[in-house]
């Protein structure tokens, strides 16, 4: 039973009696080929018959510091939009959150290295706030009017920046893989540290 996972299906339902929402749960047993998901992983269906997973999103890639739930599948399709919008084309990226400090709004933090900048930063940014918004309703729901969440800051980096961070962090090649998103700014402050330095 090395391959087979234990995958728990969650979803929302209305009562049909009371009309009050509740939620359903229905635990599947899956196979995963790799044998390479873990505990806290969220993953995608690829076949239902047999069951068979891709894994959607790590425990360790996540940014959910307002309520936001953002997965790295969000942020990979919000991106992508973002880059066909505007003709940026990312090299490397990461994220994390702004945290609030008195009546300041959180946001998230962009620090992306682009092979071919955008032909706007300030475009590529409503774009990809656009995109999340598109993806994922929770983000969606904090960014509604500014209510929790502002708009995304997009720090864009020089080429090769990301390479000499890993590089000094002794991260380089290998199966070592730069960090998307992170629920804390040690990160992004790392990479602005390296920057201020050259």
Known sequence: M????????????????YGKTVRRRTVCYVHDEN??????DTVEFTSTNPYKIRISGRTKHFINAFGEELMIGNAEAALRRASEATGGVIAEYTAAPIYMK???KGAHEWVIEFNTPPSSIEAFGNALDKGLQAVNSDYEAKRFKNTTLNAPLITPVPQGTFVRWMAERGKLGG?????RLFNDRTYVEQLKELIEKF
């Open 35 to 40: 044998n390479d998901s873990t505990l806290g």
């Open 102 to 104: 008195g009546n300041e």
């Open 2 to 17: 090395k391959k087979t996972r234990r995958v728990e299906v969650s979803r929302l339902v209305k009562y049909p009696k």
């Open 175 to 179: 199966q070592n893989k730069v960090p």
